[in-house]
């Protein structure tokens, strides 16, 4: 199965389960064929954790879910050892980030102590132990809800921790006719649709290594480069976009050209991503904080003259 094939499963696969949401699917598989971390904002009940389920559902790979809560601990997300009074030995006992896609349900209820304890997790691949580093399995990602309007008992995620997302997305409000098919299968009890996996721990990284041969060429690079830059300089703006942000519009722009069968990138797929993989590692000037950063982002993309690619 080649790489358009491997995503069109996934994506069929994720679509027997949500109604309409054809494009934050995208973004999904965008952030699973690039190696990042997605976070999905949006209120409940509108489907972030069955879609990422149902990811892990196509995907033959390891899965484990931590609902997040004040009384988590770091110890329940890398793990710990244990001395074990038979043997004598020190006994690891894994945490839940110990697999291949990890699904942290309302992270922003956790302490800011154990949201640190992803940080080695999501930038590096690995976590260190007792003093002792351990590799995840790979492929590793972590896909990361919040509840963006219920404040009550929650620590805001830092700055830090939001760089390691490759992308911030969101579900949004179905139209008319999804909502009427979401009630048609809610007549039947809310049973979920069973999910078979059509891809493996090698499909996904097949993704990988064929996003790495896309091409970005130089005058896309400097599109981005200008994009990033003015964000640096731009007045609403109090910390621009730090050169890992810049990697990852790069990145999810490769994604892109990868799911729509190029092997290429356009300014296009800059523009598409760049309010996906900028906006929350913004951080807005305090007389600009009734400003949407999406609406700042789209005014920089704009001011900025789209290069010409030729050659590719």
């Known amino acids: ?59 033959d790979c390891s899965f484990r879910r931590i609902q997040f809560t004040p009384d988590v601990l770091p110890s329940d997300v890398t793990g710990f050892t244990m001395f074990h009074p038979v043997t004598g030995e020190d006994r690891v006992v894994p945490g839940a980030v110990m697999c291949n896609i990890l699904l942290a349900d309302e992270l922003n209820r956790t302490s800011p ?24 399995p790979q492929p590793f990602m972590v896909c990361a809800t919040q509840n963006p309007v219920e ?23 179905p139209n008319k006719q999804e909502e009427a098919d979401i009630l048609e299968r809610g007549k039947k009890g809310g049973k979920s ?21 896309i091409i970005c060429a130089a005058p896309v690079v400097g599109y981005i480069v200008e994009i990033t830059q003015k964000t640096r300089s731009h ?19 490769m994604g892109r050209a990868l799911l729509q069968g190029r092997s290429y990138v356009l300014p296009d797929d800059v523009q598409i991503m760049a309010r996906h993989t900028l906006c929350h590692r913004l951080i807005l000037d305090a ?15 704009r001011s900025i003259a789209v290069p010409v690619v030729s050659g590719v």
Do not use: W
């Not at 940080?119 to 590799?135: F, N, P, W, Y």
């Not at 404040?151 to 409000?173: H, K, N, S, V």
């Not at 007045?235 to 722009?253: C, E, K, Q, T, V």
């Open 193 to 213: 649709v069973k999910v078979s996996p059509v891809a493996n721990a090698k499909d996904v990284l097949a993704l990988r290594e064929a996003l790495d041969r």
């Open 151 to 173: 404040q009550a008992g929650t620590y805001p995620l830092p700055e830090a921790q939001l760089d390691r997302f490759l992308m911030r997305i969101g579900m949004g409000y």
């Open 113 to 136: 102590k154990t949201q640190s304890a992803l940080l080695q997790a999501m930038q590096e691949g690995a976590i260190t132990v007792d003093g002792v580093t351990r590799e995840l």
């Open 287 to 301: 007389q600009a904080y009734a400003k949407a950063p999406e609406r700042i982002i789209s005014d920089i993309v």
């Open 235 to 253: 007045a609403d703006i109090s910390l621009g976009i730090s050169p890992r942000g810049a990697i990852a519009l790069m990145r999810a722009s």
């Open 1 to 59: 199965m080649d790489c358009f094939e491997t995503i069109a499963a996934i994506k069929s696969n994720i679509g027997s389960v949500i109604v309409g949401k054809d494009e934050t699917i995208d973004l999904l598989l965008i952030c699973l064929a690039c190696g990042g971390h997605v976070l999905i904002e949006d209120v409940p009940g509108m489907g972030k954790t069955t879609m990422v389920s149902a990811l892990a559902s196509s995907v």
